[in-house]
């Protein structure tokens, strides 16, 4: 999006790489993205190319497509590693305009349609929601969510708890969505990170 205004509309962001957009007007900010452009500043930008970012971690567990057919897909950008503490959450794929929240656990687990959910829990254990201090996000029109991690800061059940050089952590994101008009929830995939 650039001044509010769609560009592009895809849900492939791969697709963006390596092209280069001619702009006619200037522009104030980009949309938060898994892919950042090279040369983006505040004022009078003619082009813009797009190149991918540093991700990490591994998916598993396999979605069920939510309402716009496609299944929701986890991945981070950042690095793993405690000192950095950069790592950001990425749910793509979705509804447009719902609201969700991440979900995290040390321990990965399978529970199908859980609370007559569409979707797939693949957490086990104990489960911490990224829902306190505005953490709740919402699809909006680009159908995707993001969320910056504090890693001092993560979610369990009962207090937010450091990570530990070493420790695996799970994550996924929970999401209303409907079915044949229908109010319901899906799960997107999960991803699993391993902090150093």
């Known amino acids: 999006l650039i001044d509010g205004s769609s560009l592009w509309d895809t849900d492939d962001p791969t697709a963006l790489l390596g092209q280069t957009f001619d702009l006619t007007s200037t522009f104030n900010r980009f949309l938060i993205s898994p892919f950042k452009p090279t040369n983006a500043i505040n004022v009078d930008v003619s082009t813009v190319e797009f190149t991918a970012v540093e991700t990490t971690g591994q998916n598993y567990c396999v979605p069920t497509p939510n309402s716009t057919g496609a299944a929701g897909s986890m991945f981070a950008i950042g690095s793993s590693s405690l000192a950095e503490n950069d790592l950001v959450l990425w749910a793509n794929a979705l509804p447009r305009s719902v609201t969700g929240f991440f979900l995290a656990s040390q321990l990965?687990?399978?529970?199908?349609?859980?609370?007559?959910?569409?979707?797939?829990?693949?957490?086990?254990?104990?489960?911490?929601?990224?829902?306190?201090?505005?953490?709740?996000?919402?699809?909006?029109?680009?159908?995707?969510?993001?969320?910056p991690l504090d890693l001092n800061a993560l979610a369990t059940p009962t207090a937010n708890v450091p990570a530990l050089v070493g420790e695996t952590w799970n994550f996924q994101l929970w999401h209303r969505d409907t079915v044949n008009g229908q109010a319901t929830s899906n799960f997107t995939d999960a991803l699993s990170v391993t902090f150093s």
């Open 108 to 147: 990965q687990g399978f529970v199908p349609g859980p609370g007559g959910s569409q979707g797939n829990l693949c957490l086990g254990g104990p489960i911490g929601r990224f829902v306190s201090g505005g953490f709740v996000v919402d699809t909006g029109r680009a159908r995707h969510a993001a969320l």
